[in-house]
Nanobody, 125 residues
Framework: QVQLVESGGGLVQPGGSLRLSCTSS????????IAWFRQVPEKEREGVEC????????KSTGSVEERFTISRDYAKNAVYLQMVNLKPEDTGVYYC??????????????????WGQGTQVTVSS
C-alpha cells in the first residue's frame, strides 16, 4: 500500500521560512513526478510546485516563484518544499502528490495518483 507522509508544517511569522518533507513507504519517489499542492477552506486546491521524472524539470505557480523550491533527496527517498519569505496568503494545508512519468510536470491535481494527508502551514504574526 502506497503511503505519502508530509511533515515540517507549523506556525511561522511573515518573512519566515519552513521546509516541508514528503516521504513514502511502498513507493519510489525517486522515479515519480512529484507536486506540492495547498488548500485553504472554501477554495480549490492549488498546485504550487512540481518536479518531473525522469528529467528533473520543475514548475511553480506565479505567486510562489523565487520563494519556494522543490527538490529531491535520492538517498532518503524524500521530496522537499523549501519555503522562504513566507506571506500570510501562503497559509493552508500543504499536500504532496506523486504520479508516474511526466516529461513536463503538472500543477493539476488530477495528474497525480497518490496523496499524503497534508500538513498545516500558518503564516501569522
Amino acid at each position: 500500500q502506497v503511503q505519502l507522509v508530509e511533515s515540517g508544517g507549523g506556525l511561522v511569522q511573515p518573512g519566515g521560512s519552513l521546509r516541508l518533507s514528503c516521504t513514502s513507504s511502498g513507493f519510489n519517489l525517486n522515479v515519480a513526478s512529484i507536486a506540492w499542492f495547498r488548500q485553504v477552506p472554501e477554495k480549490e486546491r492549488e498546485g504550487v510546485e512540481c518536479l518531473s521524472s525522469p528529467e528533473p524539470m520543475s514548475k511553480s505557480t506565479g505567486s510562489v516563484e523565487e520563494r519556494f523550491t522543490i527538490s529531491r533527496d535520492y538517498a532518503k527517498n524524500a521530496v522537499y518544499l523549501q519555503m522562504v519569505n513566507l506571506k500570510p496568503e501562503d497559509t493552508g494545508v500543504y499536500y504532496c502528490a506523486a504520479g508516474g512519468f511526466m516529461q513536463y510536470c503538472s500543477l493539476v491535481d488530477t495528474s497525480y495518483q497518490y496523496w499524503g494527508q497534508g500538513t498545516q502551514v500558518t503564516v501569522s504574526s
